[in-house]
Every structure is written in structure tokens, then in C-alpha cells.
């Protein structure tokens, strides 16, 4: 069993910023030379958050819309009132989507469906520098 862990930078223009991660991810798991195993991406942060999706701009539009719907930019949140920053819903968001995910590797690639791409969504309200962290365990 051998185990590996890499980061990704990655800018980000943030308000929603979706980003298709999975071509670097796939690229660690073949750096690792990984045949079958576990995957795990983390995003450090709570303002940004990992999810899949077809990444398509009808998709991607359509996940933006339903964030907003979710959690609107334009609402009271307590977040903002004690820190000033305006990112309340920025936290709500990322909490929403969750900070990681975990992809079986069968025969050294992801097991991701034919129009399934991993996605980091930045909710906070400004560009940032973001990271991944990407572990791979297996033989």
C-alpha cells in the first residue's frame, strides 16, 4: 500500500468562480502511479467548496442559479454583521457543498461517469489563491 499527497495552487475570480479541476487531479493519481486505490481532494478554506458536475456551460449556469437561490448574496447573515466582510452567504455556500470528496481509482484512473468532472466552487466575494490537497492511497 503506498500512500501520496500533492497540492494544487489555483486562482481563483471567486462570486461562484467554477473551476474543472479534474485533468490535474487525474494527473497526481498518475504521478503516483496508483492502480486501484482511494482518492481524496480537500480544499482548505471555508469560503470554497468541491462538488461534481458536468461541466458544460449550461450545467455550470444552472448550479450557479441554484447556489443563488439557496443562499442569496442580498440577506441579512450574522457573519457579516460582526465581521464586515459581506462573505456571510460565502460560508453558508461552501458549508453547503462540503470541502472534499473521496473517488475510487480502478485501473489508475478516477471512477468518474462519461460527463463527470470534479469542480471546485469559490463562493467567497473576491478572487483568491486557493489550494487542493490531494491525497491518493492505494497499490
Do not use: K
Amino acid at each position: 500500500m503506498m500512500t501520496t499527497t500533492q497540492e494544487i495552487l489555483l486562482d481563483t475570480c471567486g462570486n461562484l468562480d467554477v473551476l474543472d479541476v479534474t485533468d490535474r487531479v487525474q494527473a497526481v493519481v498518475v504521478q503516483a502511479g496508483v492502480a486501484n486505490g482511494l482518492l481524496t481532494v480537500f480544499v482548505p478554506g471555508s469560503t470554497a467548496g468541491l462538488t461534481t458536475i458536468e461541466y458544460e456551460a449550461g450545467a455550470v449556469s444552472d448550479l450557479r442559479a441554484a447556489i443563488e437561490r439557496l443562499v442569496p448574496r442580498d440577506i441579512h447573515y450574522d457573519h457579516d454583521r460582526r465581521w464586515g466582510d459581506g462573505n456571510g452567504h460565502s460560508h453558508v455556500r461552501a458549508a453547503l457543498l462540503g470541502p472534499d470528496l473521496h473517488i475510487p481509482i480502478v485501473a489508475g484512473r478516477l471512477s468518474l461517469g462519461t460527463w463527470q468532472q470534479i469542480v471546485l466552487v469559490d463562493c467567497d466575494n473576491r478572487s483568491r489563491h486557493r489550494r487542493l490537497i490531494v491525497s491518493v492511497i492505494g497499490d
